[in-house]
């Protein structure tokens, strides 16, 4: 069918948006520390089996879904089913909460740049992380206008629509991410003693045996971190890629897109992990903070600070391609929002809503929560956050973590797992399997059956295991 909402303008323009929505600060910090920690190569290789058995088939069906109704994420669940037809809200809320948090980091890395900026106009010293982090987080003023201001960029951008808007953006910023991306990775490999980052990241428990962590993971545990960072990296049970599979045309073929944005996806991780990686390590050996927020706000801005009077201009590269990969994920998370209050609009009002007001009470509502996030400084200002007086979960008593622990710890998890259900076992695959096989000749019939009925499922109830017991600290694995 054809969109009357809208279409992408190309399909380059669809496949690097889409690439840029799973090009988040998960894989910049994620992907190379858990590869280093559960066994560097032998994760890589984990990783990309489940790539090709639990990512593929899920996308593929997401965007399959999305085109088969040419609705929103909500409408879609409804109309194509019976039992799961509330899936839906749960990728609706997952992207609003995640924006809670996203919208303080893509704060941090304008304050970021912003500094390096200044340092290098001015012929200044950089600031080591540690001391320009910790006064970051306890400026809730600052933190509060740097979160706002990201929102505002994520609007401007938004309320354009799918091609004039987030396709345009994504055009210009995934070029220009992955240049700045290269000039990052040749400037980390140089580095003295940059060969043990990359061994860290590519030899098998040598994490281990140098004293990065304390003790060799098991397969187990490998295998539910790898799941758990490929699902989250490809953007999975958002609701992000039914949203765009929605306004994709008939005659794009979603087995290659699939098969393109994974591969696709996996090398940036792997060249993110080459940005960052040698660098922290040459310049930090095994005390460098290597996951989280610490490693791009304190870590790497001490390796940018090491570098002398160069190091600003580094900072400022750096930090503008955070940036980039942080706004190409966070307007596709808005989007997801956005998409659904056009297409109820346009079902009470026979046309689309005012996008542009749409989109600017969806902003000012996730700045509400995210200005929450921010003064909270990961914990720094003591706000009460719920539940922490029960001590139930293991991360820090913040704001931060307890939206990442709804979010992308069970709303997401959940609902990709009974979306596999749904498929396999009540709408049937080859309601899914005759859209996903338009303009392609790949014969996967028994393959996508067998991966949606049987490896989904119980790769998402690892996953989910898996999630459930960092969170609360269960040691299950």
């Known amino acids: 069918m054809e969109h009357n909402r809208g279409n992408w303008g190309s399909n380059i323009g669809f496949l690097l948006t889409t690439i840029g929505s799973a090009v988040g600060l998960g894989n910049i910090w994620g992907f190379p520390f858990k590869m280093g920690k559960h066994g560097g190569f032998t994760f890589l290789i984990i990783y990309l089996v489940l790539s090709l058995l639990v990512g593929f088939v899920i996308m593929t069906s997401e965007l399959a879904l999305g085109r088969i109704t040419g609705k929103n994420v909500v409408s879609t669940y409804y109309q194509v089913s019976k039992k799961f037809k509330w899936i839906g809200w749960l990728a609706i809320l997952a992207p609003f909460l995640i924006m809670s948090f996203y919208s303080v980091l893509g704060g941090y890395c304008i304050e970021y740049m912003t500094l390096n900026f200044a340092n290098l106009a001015f012929g200044r010293e950089s600031s080591a992380g540690g001391e320009l982090f910790g006064a970051m987080c306890s400026e809730q003023f600052g933190a509060a206008i740097a979160t706002i201001l990201f929102i505002i960029v994520c609007l401007l951008i938004v309320k354009g629509g799918i091609k004039d808007g987030i396709e345009k953006f994504n055009k210009v910023g995934m070029p220009a991410l992955f240049f700045m991306l290269v000039i990052i990775i040749i400037r980390s490999l140089t580095l003295p003693g940059a060969v043990e980052g990359l061994k860290f990241m590519f030899v098998p428990d040598y994490a281990v045996t140098a004293g990065f962590v304390e003790e060799a993971p098991s397969f187990l545990s490998s295998l539910a971190a790898a799941g758990g960072q490929m699902f989250f990296s490809l953007s999975l049970a958002m609701g992000i890629i039914v949203t765009y599979g929605s306004y994709l045309s008939k005659k794009e073929n979603i087995v290659r897109n699939s098969l393109v944005i994974v591969i696709a996806d996996t090398i940036v991780a792997l060249m993110a992990g080459l940005a960052v990686i040698p660098a922290a390590v040459a310049l930090h050996g095994t005390d460098a903070a290597l996951s989280g927020p610490s490693l791009l706000f304190v870590t790497l801005q001490d390796v940018f600070a090491e570098m002398g009077s160069i190091g600003s201009l580094f900072g400022v590269i750096f930090y503008l391609f955070v940036l980039i990969a942080a706004v190409t994920s966070a307007i596709s998370l808005i989007e997801v929002i956005a998409t659904y209050f056009m297409d109820r609009s346009m079902e009470k009002h026979k046309k689309p809503g005012n996008r542009t007001k749409i989109s600017a009470w969806i902003c000012a509502a996730i700045a509400v929560e995210a200005v929450l996030v921010a003064v909270d400084g990961l914990g720094s200002n003591g706000l009460w956050v719920p539940f922490q007086s029960f001590g139930i979960y293991s991360f820090n008593d913040c704001w931060l973590d307890f ?66 017991s960092q969170f609360f600290n269960l040691n299950w694995f």
Not at 420 to 437: A, H, N, R
Not at 454 to 468: D, E, F, H, R
């Open 403 to 468: 939206m990442d622990c709804i979010s992308e710890g069970f709303f997401m998890p959940i609902g990709a797992l009974l979306m596999s259900i749904m498929i396999g076992w009540e709408l049937k695959p080859k309601t899914v399997l005759d859209e996903i096989k338009i303009g392609s000749s790949l014969r996967m019939d028994k393959y996508y059956t067998f991966c949606i009925r049987y490896v989904v499922p119980l790769a998402m109830l690892l996953i989910l295991a898996g999630q459930i």
